[in-house]
């Protein structure tokens, strides 16, 4: 079964709407294992509410376009609006990183997400749950990206979040 990694944003409700993504990902499907939590400044955003941010990943048959949708209808069920400017609050937001070593656009999804070779909050934590992992595209370990990572002006810091009696990472 293919790795499937997400990166998981929230920066209205942060702690809530984290745990309830959690939960979600955990009833949904096997092996989820969850990156710490930090906590972030937000890129390109007018508000400047910090976001918490984490990558999960998890085991998963699913189609591309079965993750998508079932990513888009979590994010629904939390009040966020198809509606809304881009670089805008939200409550959730999960983005599919990589599935297995798929490369290209599947069922509309571009894999590997571009973000995780330009922001700091999504390659450092997937650099921590997946440190020998080769980047689909790139070829190198998400370990040695994060080590090569030029970037680091964005503002991270890991905060104390404790989720199902675990803290994550």
């Known amino acids: 079964m293919p790795l499937v990694s997400v990166s ?49 990943v998890f085991d998963s048959d699913w189609t591309v376009g079965e993750l998508q949708a079932w990513c888009k209808r979590i994010e629904r069920e939390h009040g966020r609006r198809k509606d809304t400017p881009k670089f805008s609050p939200r409550t959730l937001d999960i983005d599919l990183l990589t599935v297995g070593d798929l490369i290209g656009e599947h069922d509309g999804v571009r894999l590997p997400r571009d973000e995780i070779l330009h922001h700091a909050f999504v390659l450092l934590p997937l650099s921590e749950l997946l440190p020998d992992t080769p980047h689909p595209v790139d070829g190198r370990t998400y370990g040695e990206l994060w080590s090569a990572f030029e970037c680091k002006r964005q503002r991270l810091w890991p905060i104390a979040f404790e989720w199902n009696g675990n803290r994550p990472r």
């Open 8 to 56: 998981i944003g929230s920066n209205i409700e942060r702690e809530h709407h984290v745990r309830a993504c959690l939960e979600a990902l955990a009833a949904t499907f096997d092996g989820l294992r969850v990156s710490r939590i930090y906590e972030s400044e937000p890129v390109g955003f007018e508000d400047g509410r910090n976001f918490y941010n984490l990558v999960a």
